[in-house]
Nanobody, 115 residues
Framework: QVQLVESGGGLVQAGGSLRLSCAAS????????MGWYRQDTGKQRELVAG???????RYADSVKGRFTISRDNAKNTVYLQMNSLKPEDTAVYYC?????????WGQGTQVTVSS
């Protein structure tokens, strides 16, 4: 059974930092890209950052220079270090794992940034 376990969300003041983690287990296919998406109330889900198995990264323009994505291939875990958080970063953050066969999503973790 595939599980994506996310952790690290919470409430933080503007300018603060949080680190999200997503550990994937039970995946039997090759993992291509691991990433983070976010969705705020009434808005579409959007890509925050992604990282390939080779370490290539991609970021939304709104988080470049503030967020850093990394992954541990041996542990099938992806991380998102979020610095200089802004109120507009408030959303539910979802982990995504794209394999050679299927696309998997985590349950989401709430990130709230107060002004």
């Amino acid at each position: 059974q595939v599980q994506l376990v996310e952790s690290g969300g919470g409430l933080v003041q503007a300018g603060g930092s949080l680190r999200l983690s997503c550990a994937a287990s039970g995946i039997t296919f090759g993992i291509n890209v691991m990433g983070w998406y976010r969705q705020d109330t009434g808005k579409q889900r959007e890509l925050v950052a992604g990282i390939t198995s080779g370490g290539r990264t991609r970021y939304a323009d709104s988080v470049k220079g503030r967020f850093t994505i990394s992954r541990d291939n041996a542990k099938n875990t992806v991380y998102l270090q979020m610095n200089s958080l802004k109120p507009e970063d408030t959303a539910v953050y979802y982990c995504n794992v794209d394999t050679t066969r299927y696309d998997y999503w985590g349950q989401g973790t709430q990130v709230t940034v107060s002004s």
